[in-house]
């Protein structure tokens, strides 16, 4: 039975995500050193020059991803799991994530054109993390944004999930994502998904 994520999330993760708030309005970059880089060559990412150095935490309790439906109206159901956004208002989901780290395989941060220092993350999905997206998009594509897309059980922002052709497992999210977010989530995506898979 996949565990729930949000269950061992606590006040330290929840600091380490105001880290990146703060990253939101002061944004910098610096070469990456040696464990940076081997971190990103794994990710085929030689290609960026300077990025913010990735702060790699402990597998499992770092940059780790849950995505569940957010709840519009509060029925007061076991189900219902009340978190912090990232500005500090509170928020209902429900506590049952569609997908989580043991779900995604590796991440991509792609460079948003138009708005220096921000990304769009590029999500490659195990197969049976694909076929979940494919049906969430199908199912949500003619509605307004009711996903969550939660780090160290935090909520981040809300999203609307582009749709996902079968003879691809990779989808990406608009965000934008503020670069220490999205490069965190990037250097740390395999390392995660090695530690959920291997603890299943």
């Known amino acids: 039975m996949k565990r ?7 006040r330290p993760a929840m600091a380490r995500l105001a880290v990146f708030a703060l990253g939101f309005a002061a944004c910098f970059a610096v070469s990456c050193e040696s464990s940076g880089r081997n971190v990103f060559d794994a990710m085929n990412l ?3 020059q300077e990025v913010y150095r990735p702060i790699v935490g402990d597998p499992g309790q770092f940059a780790v991803i849950s995505i569940h439906e957010l709840v519009k109206h509060k029925r007061g159901s076991e189900k219902e799991y009340e978190i912090r956004s990232m500005y500090g208002d509170e ?4 506590k049952n994530q569609l997908l989580d780290s043991s779900d995604i395989i590796s991440i991509e941060a792609i460079a948003v054109n138009d708005l220096p220092g921000f990304y769009k993350l590029r999500l490659n999905l195990t ?11 199908v199912e949500r594509r003619d509605e307004a944004p009711t996903l969550a897309f939660v780090i160290d059980g935090v909520l ?9 052709y079968s003879d ?10 503020d670069e220490p977010t999205a490069l965190n989530l990037e ?9 959920f898979t291997q603890s299943q």
């Open 91 to 94: 928020v209902i989901i429900d």
């Open 46 to 48: 030689d290609e960026k």
């Open 187 to 195: 250097a740390n995506a395999i390392r995660n998904f090695m530690y």
């Open 4 to 10: 729930h994520l949000t269950d061992s999330i606590g």
């Open 156 to 164: 981040y922002r809300t999203f609307r999930p582009r749709f996902l």
């Open 127 to 137: 197969q049976d993390g694909g076929k979940l997206w494919r049906k969430l998009s």
């Open 168 to 177: 691809s497992d990779a989808v990406v999210i608009d965000g934008p994502f």
